[in-house]
C-alpha cells in the first residue's frame, strides 16, 4: 500500500482505514461496481453535506469517454458513471477516491458541464512508478542531517 502522508497523522480506527492501490489495470472490467465517497455538492442546486457522502457507480467501456471527452485517454483514466444520469460524485468531491474490489483503482477528476454522466476519474496505477518516485524523495528529505531537514 501508499499511505498518503498526512499532518497530523490520521489515527487508524473503525472509521479510518488503510486502503491499498491496485497494481492491475486489467482487472477493472466495464460493469465493475465502485463506491466513491466526499463531501461534495449533493445536488446541482449547490446543496452541500458536512457528513462524508458514498456513491455506487459502474465503470463504463472507454468508448463511453471517448465520445464525450477529446481528451480521454484510457491508460491513464478510467470512465465511469452511473447511466441513468442519477448518482454521481459531483462538486467538491475531486481527489476522492473510487474503491472497487476493496482497492482504490481511481481518483475523482471531472465530468461533463450541465450533466452527471459519464466521468472521468484519474488511474492510479498508471501513475504509480511516479508515486513511488515522489514518496522515495520525501523520505530522502525527512532524513537527518539532509539540506532540507536541518
Known amino acids: 500500500p501508499n499511505p ?20 492491475n489495470e486489467k482487472a477493472l472490467k466495464a460493469g465493475a461496481e465502485c463506491k466513491v465517497a466526499g463531501w461534495g455538492q449533493t445536488s446541482m442546486r449547490g446543496d452541500r453535506t458536512n457528513v462524508i457522502r458514498e456513491v455506487e457507480l459502474k465503470v463504463q467501456n472507454k468508448e463511453v469517454c471517448q465520445l464525450i471527452f477529446w481528451h480521454y485517454q484510457p491508460q491513464s483514466m478510467i470512465c465511469v458513471g452511473d447511466g441513468s444520469g442519477k448518482k454521481a ?5 475531486s481527489g476522492g477516491p473510487l474503491i472497487c474490489n476493496q482497492k482504490a483503482h481511481g481518483i475523482v477528476s471531472h465530468g461533463p458541464k450541465g450533466c452527471l454522466f459519464p466521468e472521468v476519474f484519474t488511474r492510479i496505477s498508471y501513475f504509480e512508478p511516479w508515486i513511488h518516485e515522489q514518496l522515495r524523495r520525501f523520505a530522502l528529505q525527512e532524513l537527518p542531517g539532509s539540506p532540507s531537514s536541518d
Open 4 to 23: 498518503l502522508l498526512l499532518n497530523p497523522k490520521a489515527r487508524i480506527n473503525k472509521k479510518v482505514q488503510i486502503i491499498s492501490t491496485s497494481k
Open 89 to 93: 460524485s459531483y462538486h467538491g468531491d
